[in-house]
Every structure is written in structure tokens, then in C-alpha cells.
């Protein structure tokens, strides 16, 4: 059973972009276990046209998901909070197997419980195929996001 996963409702502005930061990091981990730990084991998700319910579902969809998906990189950043609530926009960069680049755009909206698992998440997402040439997000491992690279922000995205 997950343990409490601070920071912890209710929420400041820089425990929000904390919470944010931790989330970023898990999935550039891109270790679905790792992933599932920070939602609750009934956490309910709707990701693009696709719905999940509870920590297998979880780790089933973001196994495909990494598999499909190579070099993933992702930058998160705060767009709003309320007491449990987190808005968050992303984009992330991966290519297919075919070597097609992609940066994916999107918009994420979090429910916490009071001990800071993710109850809710709801993502609308969109793919547009870009060079390789174009690509934003360099760093050299699956992994966090160096604290010197630049967000979305100064990235003009």
C-alpha cells in the first residue's frame, strides 16, 4: 500500500511546483512502478481517449507507453493549485521505433488525498511530428531534468 507522498495538501505555490518537480522526475525515470507509487490504488485517469483505473492499470499503460515511446523527455510546470488541486501544462519529446521525432503538448489536472497520493488525473494531450533538428529537451539519460536546463517557460514553449 502507498505511503504518504509529500508535499502534502494543502498546497503553496512552491509546494505545488515541489509536488510538480516530483512528478516530472518519476516519470522521466520512466519507471512505472516508480510512477504508480504516487497515486492512490484507486486513482482514476483519463489520458488522451484512453481510461484508467487503480495502480495495474497504471503500470500496464505506462509499460506500453515507454515502450512505443523512446528517449521520452518531459518538462512540467505549474499552471494553477487550490488546497488539492494542481493544473499542469507539459510537453514532452520521444521518437518511434521508426526514428520520428515527436513533442507532445498538454494540459493535466491533479486531485490529491489528504495524504498527497494522486486520486484524479485528467490529460488532454497532442503529438506533433517535429525534426530531430527541433528537439528542446537534451539531456543525456532517462532521468531527472538538470536543474540548469530550461523549463517550458524559457524555452518560448
Known amino acids: 500500500m502507498p505511503t504518504a507522498r509529500p508535499p502534502l495538501p494543502p498546497f503553496t505555490r512552491e509546494s505545488a511546483i515541489k509536488k510538480i518537480r516530483a512528478a516530472e522526475d518519476a516519470w522521466n525515470s520512466r519507471d512505472p512502478q516508480r510512477c504508480a507509487g504516487a497515486y ?64 507532445a503538448y498538454g494540459n493535466e489536472n491533479w486531485a490529491f488525498d489528504a495524504d498527497g497520493l494522486m486520486a484524479e488525473r485528467h490529460a488532454s494531450i497532442n503529438d506533433v511530428a517535429i525534426e530531430e533538428s527541433e528537439r528542446m529537451f537534451h539531456w543525456d539519460r532517462s532521468g531527472p531534468r538538470p536543474d540548469d536546463h530550461p523549463g517550458l517557460t524559457e524555452l518560448g514553449l
Open 40 to 103: 492512490t490504488a484507486d486513482s482514476r485517469w483519463r489520458n488522451r481517449s484512453t481510461f484508467i483505473t487503480g495502480t495495474e492499470e497504471i503500470v500496464a499503460f505506462l509499460t506500453a507507453k515507454w515502450e512505443r515511446e523512446h528517449e521520452y523527455r518531459l518538462i512540467k510546470e505549474l499552471w494553477a493549485f487550490t488546497d488539492d488541486r494542481i493544473a499542469v501544462r507539459f510537453a514532452y519529446e520521444w521518437h518511434s521505433d521508426a526514428g520520428q521525432w515527436f513533442r
